[in-house]
T-cell receptor, first 113, second 114 residues
Framework: GDSVTQMEGPVTLSEEAFLTINCTYT??????LFWYVQYPGEGLQLLLK?????DKGSNKGFEATYRKETTSFHLEKGSVQVSDSAVYFC????????????FGTGTKLQVIP | EPEVTQTPSHQVTQMGQEVILRCVPI?????FYWYRQILGQKVEFLVS????????KSEIFDDQFSVERPDGSNFTLKIRSTKLEDSAMYFC????????????FGSGTQLSVL
């Protein structure tokens, strides 16, 4: 079945450092790929997505590129801020409607001033 | 932005007791889900619900679990006889009619089974 593997955390970075969180996936079809973020005390919320190979999703300075050849969707940000401290989840979905979204374990990011 | 509301935020129960976790989805959503996350593990799919019936369920969602949306508003997850291993954060989520695939999540209910 479908699965998502992402790097274990926690990841601790200084403010303005470069961020990479690795994510690879296994899927039977051609899934859409997502990054969700969970801030303390809140639910998961969509950060960015890409629906086909070579698409780049971006939002709030975060980027991720759908790499079919390496089955990867790594999250990057050039300069992190303290407010980016959260848990980041890589996910995939085989379609809309009632299709489920499959998540990874989440990677906790802590940014220190 | 509209929100998915989950209650309670924390629930403590004794093993073998029944619990009901409640969710109020966004009003125009059509597809509803329950997920759970055991501490340190993946966010796991439990069940999807559409048009007042289960669309898909995982192996976790056995006979001890049930869902319903009795009044067109609340969406509930019932665990009939809780086990220690049911301790987890339970998330409700919803999705609208479109093909955006975006899920809207509640902030979760932390269930602790003692």
């Amino acid at each position: 079945g479908d699965s998502v593997t992402q790097m274990e955390g926690p990841v601790t970075l200084s403010e303005e450092a470069f961020l990479t969180i690795n994510c690879t996936y296994t899927a039977t079809g051609y899934p859409s790929l997502f990054w969700y973020v969970q801030y303390p005390g809140e639910g998961l919320q969509l950060l960015l997505k890409a629906t086909k190979a070579d698409d780049k999703g971006s939002n709030k300075g975060f980027e991720a590129t759908y790499r079919k050849e390496t089955t990867s969707f790594h999250l990057e940000k050039g300069s992190v801020q303290v407010s980016d401290s959260a848990v980041y989840f890589c996910a995939l979905s085989e379609g809309g409607g009632y299709q489920k979204v499959t998540f990874g374990t989440g990677t906790k990011l802590q940014v220190i001033p | 932005e509209p929100e998915v509301t989950q209650t309670p935020s924390h629930q403590v129960t004794q093993m073998g007791q029944e619990v009901i976790l409640r969710c109020v989805p966004i009003s125009n959503h059509l597809y509803f889900y329950w997920y759970r996350q055991i501490l340190g593990q993946k966010v796991e799919f439990l069940v999807s619900f559409y048009n007042n019936e289960i669309s898909e369920k995982s192996e976790i969602f056995d006979d001890q679990f049930s869902v319903e949306r009795p009044d067109g508003s609340n969406f509930t997850l019932k665990i009939r006889s809780t086990k220690l291993e049911d301790s987890a954060m339970y998330f409700c989520a919803g999705r609208d009619r479109g093909e955006s695939e975006k899920l809207f999540f509640g902030s979760g209910t932390q269930l602790s089974v003692l």
